[in-house]
């Protein structure tokens, strides 16, 4: 079986210092890990994802992403918060044939000017 | 625009009627998925198509929602004798999958639901 948990519902930054969004996931295959950001009434936009390439992924303004196996976990981070920054995001895990995806349950960024 | 669009974007509907959202994913993309998500939660999957093959459907599709994708290109999700508890924002994602590399799938805006 597969699982995602994002162990944050909510994080508040302030504008320029670090975020660090928490996801581990179970899979018993080898996992797809994917991090997406929804902005209000939005679609999902790609962040990065991890296809067993680089445990340490870059993604898309500034983010990355580090996969540790021994940890079971893919957390999001990023040097410096911006206020643009501010929305959703989601973690996803995906077995090898990609058949389905798997959603966390969400972490809304708070960012504070 | 060459992504993932879907229609329409907003849909207001009565209890009991039917509704249709169309998707049109990015051109050349064999593989299409339905996703729903209410307020506060992630997207749930609820089916997905294989070119025109429909290959597996979640339980949360019940027998009022059918989806299809009859060339193998865009798709309807099509929602019968709607009810309140259907209200949800439907997402369509598309991907190209290709041996066994890996793949990402792209979201549309999705289509918001209000049953009312």
């Known amino acids: 079986a597969q699982s995602v948990t994002q162990l944050d519902s909510h994080v508040s930054v302030s504008e320029g210092t670090p975020v660090l969004l928490r996801c581990n996931y179970s899979?018993?295959?080898?996992?797809?890990l994917f991090w997406y950001v929804q902005h209000p009434n939005k679609g999902l936009q790609l962040l990065l994802k991890y296809t067993s390439a680089a445990t340490l992924v870059k993604g898309i303004n500034g983010f990355e992403a580090e996969f540790k196996k021994s940890e079971t976990s893919f957390h999001l981070t990023k040097p410096s918060a911006h206020m643009s920054d501010a929305a959703e995001y989601f973690c996803?895990?995906?077995?090898?044939?990609?058949?389905?995806?798997?959603f966390g349950s969400g972490t809304k960024l708070n960012v504070k000017p | 625009d060459t992504g993932v669009s879907q229609d329409p974007r907003h849909k207001i509907t009565k209890r009991g009627q039917n509704v249709t959202f169309r998707c049109d994913p990015i051109s050349e993309h064999n593989r299409l998925y339905w996703y729903r998500q209410t307020l506060g939660q992630g997207p749930e999957f609820l089916t997905y198509?294989?070119?025109?093959?429909?290959?597996?459907k979640s339980r949360l599709l019940s027998d009022r929602f059918s989806a299809e994708r009859p060339k193998g290109s865009f798709s309807t999700l099509e929602i019968q004798r709607t009810e309140q508890g259907d209200s949800a924002m439907y997402l369509c994602?598309?991907?190209?999958?290709?041996?066994?590399?890996?793949?990402?799938?792209?979201f549309g805006e999705g289509s918001w639901l209000t049953v009312v």
């Open positions: 996803v895990v995906s077995l090898y044939n990609f058949n389905k995806f798997y």
């Open positions: 899979s018993s295959y080898s996992p797809s």
């Open positions: 994602a598309s991907s190209l999958i290709r041996g066994g590399s890996g793949n990402t799938i792209y």
């Open positions: 198509f294989q070119n025109e093959a429909q290959l597996e």
